[in-house]
C-alpha cells in the first residue's frame, strides 16, 4: 500500500452510518436513491465525486455540447492509444456532478430492441428477458402521447421534436424508399426501420436522473447526498461490505453501512473502486499493492461501446440549421429559450432516426442512425462551411472486447482504459457496410431537392482500403461503455443477476457495467431500467412479467438484409431464438428453422 493511501485513511471523519450507502449519482444512482427512499424508514447516503449540476448549460437541450467539454462536468477522459485504429486515443466523456453522464448527453431515449433482452438473459443474466423488463420502462417513463407499451406515470418526461424541419421527414421517407421498414415509434412494438426519435425533454429542458429522481428523493428527508466526494475504497469486514472511504476536499471520510454498499459510478469507475477495494484480478492488484479480497478476473474486462461516424452531404437548400450556429444565430437562440423554454434551443435535434440490420442472417438490427439537419461534429467543434445535413451511423453490437485497470493505486488517479476498437474482423465488414448503406439511402428521390455533393466522406472513398483509412481517421466513440461487472448465472460473471458482487456479502453494483452486451441503442433508458428493476430486486420484490411482449423480427431476415414489413413474432419461439441470437453474438448464423 502506498504513503498516500495509508495518510489518506488516517483519522477520517466519520459521516455517520446508513441503511445503504450509493457511490454516484449518475443516471442508476439517481434511481437507486429514490426508489429505495421511498420507505421512510431507511436512511441512504449517496456519494458524487462531482459537485451541482445547476447551470443553464446542462439544463438547455442544444446546448449538450457545452457540458460535454467542460471540465467541470466531465472527467475529461481519453482512451490508451486503440491498437485497432493505428494507436489514436479516443475522446471518452464521463459525467462528473449530479445526474453523472445523463447531464452531458444526447438526450436520446431509445429502450433497445425487445431482443437485446432475450440475449441478456441467453448469456446468463437470468430474469432479463424482454417480458420482465418491459414493466420497469413502463413504470419509469411519462410519455408525452403515450403508446400501447409505454408508460405515463413514471418520473422521466420522454417526448418526439417537433420535426419541423422537412429534412427530418426526407430521411425518413428515403429509408423507406430503399426499401426499409417505417416505424411510427421505435420504442413501441417495432424497434427496427425508419422514423420519429424520442428525446429526455420536459417544459423545454433537459430531464436528467438528477431532476426526475434525485431531486424528488431529497426532498423526502431521508436521502443525504455528499458532492465532491471522492471514493477510495469499500470497506469489509473479513467479507462483507460495511462501509465506504472517500475524502472531500483532500479531507479523509468515511461512512459505515448497515445493509448495502452500492457502487453506481459507471462502466468505467465501478470496476475501479471494486479493484481498489480488493476485489478483481488477484495478479493487478498484486502489482499495485493492493490485498486481495476475492480473486475475481472478469473485473474491468468486457468493456463494449458503440463507435459512429458521421455522413456529410452538403445541402442545396437554405433549409439546414447552419444559420443557428453564427455567434448571433445562438444568441437568438438563446434569449428565445430563456423566455419561453422553447424553440431551437429546446430540443437535442436528434428528431428522426433509424435501426437497421448490416447484412442477411441478422436477427435484429446492428446499426442506427441518427439524423441531423446540420453538418457539424458531435462536440461542436467543427463546422461545415455551408448548409449541410448529417447522419450519425454506427454498429451495435460489436464484438472488440476492452478493459479498465488501474494507473496506480490513488482514487485521484483516472484509469487505463482501451476498448481494443476494431480489433474484431467483423467490425470492419458493419461499418463498411455503414458507409455504403447510408449513401444508399442518401442517394433516394426524397433527398433528391436537397442533396448536393458528399461532405464525406468524399465522393474518391470508395474501395474496403479507402473506406477503411477514413474509418481508422474519423470513428468516434457514441459514448456508451458497458460490460465491466457484467452480470451472470456463471461463476465467471462478476455480479449476479441481482447486481450482487460475487465473492463478497453487502455489495452491489447497479450501473451500465453489469450489461452483458451491449443494447441496439443510446443506453440511457436501459441504464435507467435496469436500476428501477434492481431496486426492486434489492427489495425483494418485482413486477409482474408482461403479457403481449412481442418479439418482432423480419420473416426472412436469414435471407435478406431489409424489408418493409417486421411483422415475424417470436415470442412463441423463445428457446429457438435465444440459440439464434447467441450463434449471432459469436459471429455466426442459424438458418430460419424454428423449432
Known sequence: MSTLKQTSLSSPQDEGRYDYIIVGAGAAGCVMANRLGEDPDLRILVIEAGGSDASLFVSMPAALSIPMNTKRFNWGMKTEPEPGLDGRQVNLPRGKGLGGSSSINGMCWVRGNPMDYELWEALGADGWRWSNVLPYFQRLENVEGGG?????????????????????????????EAGYALSDNMNNRQHEGF???????????????????????????????????????????????????????????????????????GAIMSPVILKRSGVGPARELAQQGIAVIHDSPEVGENLMDHMELYLQMECTQPVSLFPTQSLLGKARIGIEWLATRRGPGATNHFESGGHIRSRAGIVYPDIQFHFLPLAISYDGQTLAAGHGFQVHVGTKRSKSRGWVRLRDARPESLPRVRFNY??????????????RLTREIFAQPAFAPYRGRELAPGAAVQDDAAIDAFLKQKLESAYHPCGTCRMGSDEAAVTFPDGRVRGVEALRVVDASLMPAATAGDL?????????????????????????????????????????????DYSSERNWLAAALLENAKGQQLPMVAG
Not at 420522454?158 to 429509408?175: C, D, H, M, Q, S
Not at 422514423?195 to 425533454?201: A, I, K, L, R, Y
Not at 426532498?219 to 462483507?240: C, E, S, W
Open 195 to 265: 422514423g420519429p426519435m424520442e428525446m429526455n425533454v420536459c417544459d423545454g429542458r433537459r430531464m436528467s436522473a438528477a431532476r426526475a429522481y434525485l431531486r424528488p428523493a431529497i426532498a423526502r428527508g431521508n436521502v443525504r447526498v455528499i458532492k465532491g466526494g471522492l471514493v477510495d475504497r469499500v470497506m469489509f469486514d473479513g467479507r462483507r461490505a460495511t462501509g465506504v472511504l472517500f475524502s472531500v476536499a483532500g479531507k479523509p471520510a468515511r461512512a459505515m453501512a448497515t445493509r448495502e454498499v452500492i457502487l453506481s459510478a
Open 148 to 176: 400501447s407499451l409505454r408508460g405515463v406515470n413514471g418520473p422521466m418526461h420522454i417526448k418526439r421534436g417537433p420535426e419541423t424541419n422537412p429534412l427530418y421527414r426526407a430521411f425518413v421517407k428515403a429509408g423507406n
Open 524 to 568: 440511457q433508458a436501459p441504464t435507467l431500467m435496469l436500476a428501477e428493476r434492481l431496486s426492486d430486486l434489492i427489495r425483494g420484490r418485482h413486477l409482474p412479467e408482461a403479457q403481449g411482449a412481442a418479439l418482432l423480427a423480419d420473416p426472412q431476415w436469414a435471407t435478406r438484409q431489409r424489408g418493409p414489413n417486421i411483422t415475424r
Open 422 to 435: 476494431m480489433t474484431h474482423s467483423d467490425d470492419w465488414t458493419e461499418f463498411r457496410a455503414c458507409v
